[in-house]
């Protein structure tokens, strides 16, 4: 599904790191439809810490770092 100029893309990222990844490529790119939200989603009610592994990927993870080291 295509959006049009007078539509809106939501996007959620909670990783700093890719949020500034993604300013820079909608920049370039000179797409002005997309709304970046600097944060997660969830389907509970809650305050989670995202765990970003920088010597590995930069990627980051909601879980908790026993549940992906163990």
């Known amino acids: 599904m295509l ?3 007078s539509g809106c893309v939501h996007s959620f990222e909670p990783n700093p790191k890719c949020c500034r990844r993604i300013r820079e ?3 370039i790119n000179e797409i002005k439809h997309v ?4 944060v ?4 509970q009610a809650e305050t989670i810490t995202l765990s970003v592994i920088a010597d590995h ?3 980051g993870t909601l879980a908790s770092p026993q549940d992906n080291y163990t």
Do not use: A, P, Y
């Open 3 to 5: 959006v049009t100029n």
């Open 25 to 27: 490529l909608l920049e």
């Open 35 to 38: 709304k970046l939200h600097e």
């Open 57 to 59: 990927t930069d990627m």
């Open 40 to 43: 997660g989603l969830s389907d």
